[in-house]
Structures are given as C-alpha cells and as structure tokens.
C-alpha cells in the first residue's frame, strides 16, 4: 500500500511516501524557520499561507523523483492535531481532496504518534512495549507504549516544555531563534561547574515535568552577571545540563516503574547532542535498549505521517469525508490497531 504523507502542524511543510511494502520511498520537508526569524517565533497566519503555496510544488516533486504518479497512490495520511489550527486545515484540505479526487481512503494522523513512532522507521526498530520520551518544543512528555496505537500517559510538564525552554532562554540571551540549536551552540564554549541550576522535580516522586523556574534561575543568573563576558557560554552549558539531566533522571525512572527494557526519544530536542550522550550513558550502565529516529526526523517531517498513517490504513482504518483536525487531541484516545 503507497501511501502519502502530509504534515503541516506549524511551521515545516513535509510531505513523503511510505509503502508498506517497500518502506519509506521518498521524503521532502520545507521549514520556515528564515520566515519567521524576524519575529522571534511562528506566526501562524503566515505559517498557513506558507503552506498553502508549497503542497501542490512539493508533492509534484516528491512523485516525480520517485517515479510514481498520483494515481499510483492507495492511500492518503495527514496530520489532523494537535497544532495551529490553521496550519492543520491548510494540510487536511488538501490531503481529503486529493484521495477524494483517487477515491481511496484518507486518515487523519495524531502529530505525536508520528513522532513517537518515527524510530521504528530505523533498521531494526524496537518492538512494544516500551518507554517513549517526547521532547518537543510543545510537548514533554512520557508514555507507555504498550502496543502500536494504546499508549499510557506517565508523565507531562506542568508548565514549560524543554523546547519551549531553550527557545526562551535563547530569547533572554539575545541568541538567535530557533533557541535550541544556539543554546547548543553557546553551552560547547562553556565551562563545566560554574554555575549550577535545579533539576526541576527530580527530588520528589513521579514523573512529571516543570522547566519554568529553571527560565527563571537563568534570568537571574544571566542579569547577575551581566558584565562577565564568559557568563552567556557558562549559563547555557548549566541549562542544558539541567535539562538533560532532568530528562534522564524521569527517563530512567519510568523504566524502572514500567519494568520495560526499552527507551525511545522523539521530537526536536531529541537531536540534542548531550542529551544523546547522558542518555548513552544512562543506557549503558542500566541495560536497557535506547532508540532513537535519525536527526531529520527528530523535528516535524512527512516520514512519520506517512508510516503512521500507512500502518492504520493498512489495519482497515480511515476517515470519512468530512474535514476534522484537533488543535488539542489526547493521545491516549486514539483506537488500538488491530
């Protein structure tokens, strides 16, 4: 089954094929990260005109280079939600008119099922049940995955997502955005051990995540210091450790409570290098099998669309006509696949 994927949640445009078959044919991504520079952040009117004028290009693209023609497709796999409701609309439109115009079926995709299951577009994927951090700009979070399609929630952020800190920090900080990779950047030329932050959480039960008062500690240790000119690369150093260390400690803990072997990271703070590396480490030292996707399917990409949609469409499942998307959609209410 040759299925096309469709993500538009914000500000990448991607789009890919998937055969059930044959594996992941062909992909192509677009992101707007230049566009929306000069504002600090998405802007979602533009995001959505964005995407509107580079679908049809780039699906025109993405079939030619792999040989195929439109009407070679069987199925069709958009992102639904959660995301800006523009952006969504932009994506789900063209996607439920294009298999309305083949007449073959459409599904809607849950934008973090795509992550959580773009590791298994690797060599020898990981088998469920296991562990799943997905660390986003918008998302924290842990999950059970106990099978493809019925996932537990083990823990959320109550406030700030990791993402959603760089970006922040990288904003008081006068870096460039998007944050993550420049706080990365900067936190290399820094010095280990001149400042250190909480580990937010970590000193008591449970497997939430808060990352607004570390913001807050590097606001106020970046303005006491203002003057120190190695103080920027010493507090982003300490920030990403905070954060990678957080990040470890809940991972490690939910293995532990879960008894499960296995650990996958997805989302854009997953390409995080010392994450990466604490994770390593961690996964070393306990055993257990860690997982990652490759880094250009770490942030919004079609890949994972299109694998997750491919595997429901595949199971029997699909949309009717009508256009739905979900700015906010829980994960855990989606159907099982059979």
């Given amino acids: 089954m040759l299925v096309l994927g469709i993500e538009t949640s914000c500000d990448e445009t991607g789009l890919a094929l998937y055969d059930t078959a044959r594996g992941l044919v062909g992909h192509r991504l677009y992101s707007q990260v230049a566009m929306h ?5 998405v802007v979602p009117e533009l995001a959505s005109r964005d995407h509107v004028q580079r ?4 699906a025109r693209e993405l079939l030619d280079e792999a040989g195929c023609t439109a009407a070679d497709l069987q199925g069709v796999a958009y992102t639904s ?9 932009t994506g789900a439109a063209f996607g439920r008119a294009l298999a309305f115009a083949l007449d073959v079926p459409a599904i809607g995709v849950h934008h973090l099922e795509g992550h959580l ?5 690797e060599p020898a994927p990981p088998s469920p049940p296991f562990v799943a951090l997905l660390v986003s700009g918008g998302h924290t979070q842990l999950m059970l995955v106990e099978a493809i399609g019925r996932y537990r929630l083990l823990g959320d952020t109550l406030d700030d997502a990791a993402g959603e800190a760089f970006d922040k920090v990288a904003k ?13 950047r900067l936190a290399r030329q820094g010095r280990p051990g001149a400042f250190r932050f909480a580990r937010p959480m970590c000193d008591r039960p449970g497997l939430d ?13 970046y303005r006491a210091h203002a003057h120190d000119a190695s103080a920027p690369a010493d507090i982003a150093h300490a920030f990403q450790e905070a954060v990678a260390d957080t990040l470890t400690i809940k991972c490690r803990r939910a293995l532990q409570q879960c008894a499960a072997h296995t650990l996958i990271v997805a989302g854009g703070v997953g390409a995080n290098a010392r994450l990466r590396e604490q994770l390593g480490e961690a996964a070393a030292r306990d055993g ?4 990652f996707p490759r880094h250009e399917f770490c942030t919004d990409n079609g890949a994972m ?8 469409l595949a199971a029997g499942q699909h949309d009717g006509a009508a256009l739905h998307v979900a700015p906010r959609w829980d994960l855990e209410s989606l159907a099982a696949i059979a």
Wanted: charged share 10%; net charge positive.
């Fill in 37 to 41: 520079r000069d504002y600090g952040g």
């Fill in 81 to 89: 939600g959660p995301g800006l409701i523009g952006a969504l609309l």
């Fill in 117 to 121: 299951l773009a590791p298994l577009l």
């Fill in 55 to 58: 679908l049809v290009p780039m």
């Fill in 172 to 184: 008081l900080m006068g870096l460039d955005y998007p944050g993550g990779p420049a706080v990365a």
């Fill in 288 to 291: 257990f099998r860690l997982a």
């Fill in 305 to 312: 669309i299109a694998f997750a949609g491919a595997l429901r």
């Fill in 209 to 221: 995540f808060s990352f607004s008062g570390l913001k807050t500690q590097v606001l106020l240790a």
